[in-house]
């Protein structure tokens, strides 16, 4: 209000029934995060409840400055009905209710299929082929029709078997598997160093020319064609009750790229980001490549659409249950899921509370570890939990609350030994399903060789071949565990299976025999040598001569290894 400016009795009686948004340079001098499109004011009562999750993957107020908000989705319920909702929160107890699993459940296979069969569901001969035709169009392209690499499905089945290989030895560059003193004969002995660096040079998986079938929009343009073929590929994965929503981050510190993020307090804060819905055992079913924001507020906020975005695969009334982080939950989105009747746990940030009072961090520390305050929204659909052991956290549920609580060990530092800790329940669920994307990167991580390329599509490229052999290798232990199969092969021993059986293995030639009805084939016998699909390919099988025993000369003579015994 303008002190200079004089008012009468009228106006200071227009001033006092006008609306909070006709006065001016008034706002609000709250610490809290006004720009969110969750955010509903209200009176918090916790000092610093920015650091209330204590879980490693939840994501800090420096995330939401590096994440720019994306164009609107739809989000199945109308505009009004969630930005101009207001909530009432109670405190009484949650009803549970009825969220039995009505969704269909992966069954066993008939038989345990080999490595390759388990890899080729998800790299396909469709993408190989894709990748053959681009790869010869790019490189007659690239050098001014004077010269075509003139590649083949198998050659880069070859390709794809070396790095595979090349994760398992890791090496500091791709020279160093050709050199003398580091050669590294399972790669070296089936491609040579510069037809692999040429290939490299030419994988390509788009026309740069056709400019009719490109989204201009889109800035994975020059990889969509393989991202949806693969992402095809894991949708037909049957998921699984448990689901959980979380980011990638895939390395590359290029500056030529047009979606390069920037997140503090990763692993790999420099990188191309991957939104990724997995199960609760790492199998990957939906991704999103991050492309960066528009600018435009969204009601949901990105996270929020990006949830809604990989739940829109899931099927609606079969009561799958979704996990998340801080950086994606809040009260509006736990409606929206519920529209589909997709229930969904996850942690809370403090300025998405949403109106509800809860105790401080103070009386609840005051009260001990292990206590917990709770609040219900009127229509009983929903439940904020606060949860105070070393720090408090808060938590959303639309299906979970604090009963049955458990005990927990921690150490106490004061009586120096451990104590048992009350634990509610939503915490045990948000603990025991949320890891499935850190169960995803650390499976990569483990024989993921790092190509280095300027190009940061094929840092995707390489990305999606990882995830391809580890869904693989976890749908294998599932169908193992299904058929009580009790030692699968490991994570190394199925990498390894794999590339020999894409540089081994070739396609069955001659004319096809006839049905001729014959009697049933003998049992099988144990695998000796080379893979199962190498050893049943039919192709060059052929006996070698070797000698049978050492001759050596002596004194003029030949004496075998036999001979000499009997000397």
């Avoid at 009747?341 to 109106?355: D, K, M």
Wanted: charged fraction near 25%; hydrophobic fraction near 35%.
């Amino acid at each position: 209000m303008d002190k200079k400016k004089k008012y009468s009795v009228q106006d200071a009686l227009e001033f006092i029934t006008a609306e909070d948004s006709e006065y001016e340079g008034c706002e609000s001098s709250s610490d809290e995060d006004s720009e969110d499109p969750n955010y509903i004011p209200h009176k918090d009562v916790e000092s610093d409840e920015s650091s209330e999750s204590s879980d490693s993957d939840s994501c800090d107020s420096s995330d939401l400055e590096t994440e720019p908000h994306s164009s609107h989705m739809d989000t199945g319920q109308p505009k009004a009905a969630i930005k101009g909702q207001k909530f009432s929160w109670r405190k009484k107890t949650f009803e549970i209710p009825e969220t039995t699993f009505k969704g269909p459940c992966a069954k066993p296979p008939d038989e345990i299929h080999t490595p390759l069969e388990y890899f080729k569901n998800f790299i396909t001969d469709d993408m190989l082929l894709l990748l053959m035709e681009q790869t010869n169009l790019y490189s007659v392209q690239k050098s001014n029709h004077l010269r075509n690499v003139n590649t083949t499905v198998k050659e880069l089945e070859i390709l794809i078997g070396l790095y595979l290989r090349m994760g398992l030895c890791q090496m500091p560059g791709n020279r160093a598997y050709w050199e003398n003193d580091t050669r590294c004969p399972m790669v070296a002995d089936n491609m040579s160093r510069n037809r692999f660096q040429t290939l490299l040079g030419s994988l390509h998986f788009t026309d740069n020319t056709d400019l009719l079938h490109r989204d201009a929009e889109d800035k994975c343009w020059k990889i969509r064609p393989w991202l949806e073929m693969f992402r095809k590929q894991c949708l037909d994965i049957v998921p699984e009750e448990y689901n959980s929503v979380d980011e990638q981050m895939v390395p590359f510190k290029g500056t030529h790229s047009p979606i390069r993020q920037y997140v503090k307090g990763k692993p790999h804060p420099w990188g191309l980001k991957i939104w990724a819905r997995c199960s609760s055992s790492g199998i990957l079913h939906d991704f999103v490549v991050y492309q960066g924001g528009t600018g435009k507020k969204t009601l949901l906020g990105i996270g929020g659409d990006v949830v809604v975005k990989l739940c829109e695969t899931l099927p609606a009334e079969q009561n799958y249950k979704v996990f998340a982080d801080n950086f994606f939950s809040s009260a509006p989105l736990v409606l929206t899921l519920l529209q589909r009747q997709i229930y969904f746990v996850g942690t809370l940030r403090g300025n998405r509370l949403a109106g509800c009072q809860l105790e401080d961090e103070k009386s609840l520390a005051q009260r001990g570890r292990g206590s917990v305050d709770a609040r219900v929204n009127k229509e009983e659909s929903m439940v904020i939990v606060k949860w105070y052991d070393n720090k408090s956290v808060t938590l959303i549920s639309s299906y979970c609350a604090t009963e049955p609580q458990d005990t927990v060990r921690r150490w106490s530092k004061s009586d120096k030994a451990f104590v048992e800790v009350k634990r509610p329940h939503i915490v045990k669920e948000y603990n025991t399903f949320m890891g499935g994307i850190d169960l995803l990167d650390a499976c990569i991580a483990r024989y993921k060789y790092h190509m280095k390329s300027r190009r940061w599509y094929l840092h995707l490229f390489w990305q999606t071949i990882m995830l391809g052999v580890v869904n693989a290798w976890l749908i294998y232990r599932r169908d193992c565990k299904l058929l009580g199969v009790q030692k699968p092969l490991k994570q190394r021993s199925f990498q390894a299976e794999v590339a020999t059986s894409l540089i081994l293995w070739k396609s069955h030639r001659g004319r096809p025999s006839q049905n001729i009805s014959s009697p049933p084939p003998p049992p099988k016998r144990v695998r000796v040598g080379v893979p199962e699909d190498v050893r049943t390919d039919e192709v060059a099988h052929w006996p070698r001569k070797e000698i049978a025993s050492k001759v050596t000369i002596t004194k003029g003579k030949l004496l075998t290894t036999a001979m000499k015994k009997a000397i």
